[in-house]
């Protein structure tokens, strides 16, 4: 005979955990990685990627082209350093 341990014979590595995955989650990138659809919250208000990134400068300056979120009609060239990282929410 044979005694069951406390989980009743199943060990912890059988047993799955279920993660919810969040629709958008929030990263850190550097200005060349951002993508069309990234958002981006700063303390002027939130926007969206709607142009590819490129450089000037030598590659030292990254500019790309945004939206605001609530008002779609502005748009703009937002500059970043190129070292800097910047949070953005991919979905």
């Known amino acids: 005979m044979?005694?069951?341990?406390p989980d009743d014979g199943q060990n912890s590595s059988s047993r799955l955990r279920v993660r919810c995955?969040?629709?958008e989650t929030t990263t850190r990138v550097l200005?060349?990685?951002l993508r069309i659809g990234d958002r981006l919250t700063d303390e002027t208000g939130k926007y969206e990627i709607i142009g590819r990134p490129y450089t000037t400068n030598a590659g030292k300056d990254v500019h790309v082209r945004v939206r605001r979120?609530?008002?779609a009609e502005v748009t703009m060239i937002r500059t970043y350093a190129a070292h800097e990282?910047?949070?953005v929410k991919r979905g």
């Open 2 to 5: 044979t005694s069951k341990g």
């Open 21 to 23: 995955p969040s629709t």
């Open 31 to 33: 200005p060349m990685q």
């Open 69 to 71: 979120v609530d008002n």
């Open 85 to 87: 990282r910047i949070s």
